[in-house]
């Protein structure tokens, strides 16, 4: 790890070391440039991409033609290639997106008729009995099952990504306030930044393992995917996130939101017992659209020398790797120096 900023000139600097800058500073590196990659934090990938739920989306419920639908499945699939050559530890568990009543089935044949518009075709719906033989814990109307949702060591999956980067010649330089940096050179854009606001997502862990073997999430809700039960690497269960509109940031979780949250879990798994959930971590998510859905937003300055990644919010962890793409395009048509994460 370089601490200080290199006197030679680079070809490029990244701005920000989570999952996507590092993608980034990997891809322009094995194409042979010199990469300068700056991070806040004192090394890379503490910040928000250290705090996510490490699933590897499928691609499901957004917009046809958005980027966020199309770059969450060009980067599923390569990400998948990546873990599979890297050796990093991943899993295709699965996920159910259930109906907790019959009124709510009709939304689930909407949620597959959009996936497969986004080239997600492997949906399978099941009855009551499918789920039940399937998660005998779940008491549910029917589901969405999606094979191709996973789970994935996120730290694992950037130290990769970071010893790629290093391997073809990048240099990190740490505690720069890269914040900072890309608020003084974002002038450029002329006026196309987009308000950004921040929504904290609290997850809540479960002290005792039930025998779940999928993920299980409900039908989606206004800002998030509602409440929904994750499993890691380790097979331990975690509920989350809610939905918490914040003006700073801070990383602190309020054991007194777990209220709300028996509720919304006991709609898909009424055995959660009063008094088990603990506070776990939480995360930040970047919304450029309220609570409303806002797209992957990439903007290229007319000079050529800076391109901004903003909205990044899930599924940026799974798209990672074609957003890595998508800027490399930029580079090679624009010859941009800068990129501001």
């Known amino acids: 790890m370089t601490m200080g900023v290199p006197d030679e000139k680079v070809d490029c600097i990244v701005i920000g070391a989570g999952v996507v800058g590092l993608a980034i500073a990997r891809r322009l590196a094995l194409e042979g440039r010199e990469v300068l990659v700056v991070e806040a934090e004192d090394s890379p990938g503490l910040g928000t991409s250290s705090r996510n739920s ?58 597959r008729t959009k996936a497969a518009d986004n080239g997600v075709a492997d949906l399978e719906m099941l009855s009551r009995a499918d789920v039940e033989r399937l998660e005998p814990e779940l008491e549910v109307a029917g589901a969405l099952l999606s094979p191709s949702t996973g789970i994935v ?4 999956l950037m130290l990769g990504l970071q010893g790629d980067a290093e391997n073809a010649g990048a240099t990190y330089a740490a ?21 950004v606001t921040y929504v904290k997502g609290n997850y809540f862990a479960l ?58 879990i006991r709609r898909y798994w009424p055995g ?16 450029t659209n309220g609570l409303q859905f806002g797209d992957f937003d990439i903007l290229a300055d007319p000079s050529g020398r800076l391109i901004s990644l903003f909205g990044i919010e899930s599924p940026g962890l799974t798209s990672a790797l074609a957003l890595s793409d998508r800027v490399v395009q930029l580079v090679r048509t624009t010859n941009s120096s800068c990129f501001s994460l």
């Open 54 to 111: 490490e699933v590897i989306h499928a691609g499901i419920y957004y917009p046809k033609g958005s980027l966020k639908a199309q770059l969450c499945v060009e980067g599923k699939n390569a990400l998948y290639r990546y873990c599979e050559a890297r050796g990093i530890p991943h899993q295709r568990i699965g996920k159910l997106i259930v109906a907790t009543s019959d009124a709510e089935l009709p939304i689930l044949e909407g949620i």
């Open 272 to 287: 959660l017992r009063d008094g088990e959930l603990e506070p776990s971590y939480c995360g930040l998510r970047p919304k």
């Open 153 to 156: 060591n996120s730290r694992a």
């Open 175 to 195: 505690g720069l306030s890269a914040h900072l940096v890309a608020r003084s050179l974002a002038g450029g854009h002329g006026g196309k930044i987009p308000d």
């Open 207 to 264: 002290g005792r393992r039930p025998s779940f073997n999928h993920l299980v999430y409900p039908v989606p809700e206004p800002g998030g995917l509602g409440v929904h039960l994750t499993l890691d690497m380790a097979g331990s269960v975690r509920f989350g996130p809610d939905v918490e509109p914040v003006d700073e940031v801070g990383y602190a979780v309020d054991p007194t939101r777990a209220t709300p949250f028996y509720a919304a």
